[in-house]
Nanobody, 124 residues
């Protein structure tokens, strides 16, 4: 079992930055595929970014060039640096882990473990 805890959300003005963290416990995630998803009120949860066990990354078009996913295996933690934030980035952000560390996973059903989410609110 893997437990995931997100942190780093908050309220920020448009154009600002936040860094989300996802701390894992229970087992190492060094070879796991890790992803970030988000869900805005009244909308379905959507893919944001993923990183493979080898460090390969993939982003949704809506965040490409603004968000950066990274991992620190020594800390068993995944991060997402979010720059140039827009009001449409407002959502609850969720971290997820998959035993498949090879593919760039974009679907919710690819992931076995989920965190409880952290709220990001971007004001205009």
């Amino acid at each position: 079992q893997v437990q995931l805890v997100e942190s780093g959300g908050g309220l920020v003005q448009a154009g600002g930055s936040l860094r989300l963290s996802c701390a894992a416990s229970g087992r190492t995630i060094s070879t796991s595929g890790m992803g970030w998803f988000r869900q805005a009120p009244g909308k379905e949860r959507e893919f944001v970014a993923t990183i493979t066990g080898q460090g390969n990354t993939y982003y949704a078009d809506s965040v490409k060039g603004r968000f950066t996913i990274s991992r620190d295996n020594a800390k068993n933690t995944v991060y997402m640096q979010m720059n140039s934030l827009k009001p449409e980035d407002t959502a609850a952000y969720y971290c997820a882990a998959s035993p498949d560390g090879w593919r760039r996973l974009r679907r919710e059903y690819d992931y076995s473990y989920w965190g409880q989410g952290t709220q990001v609110t971007v004001s205009s």
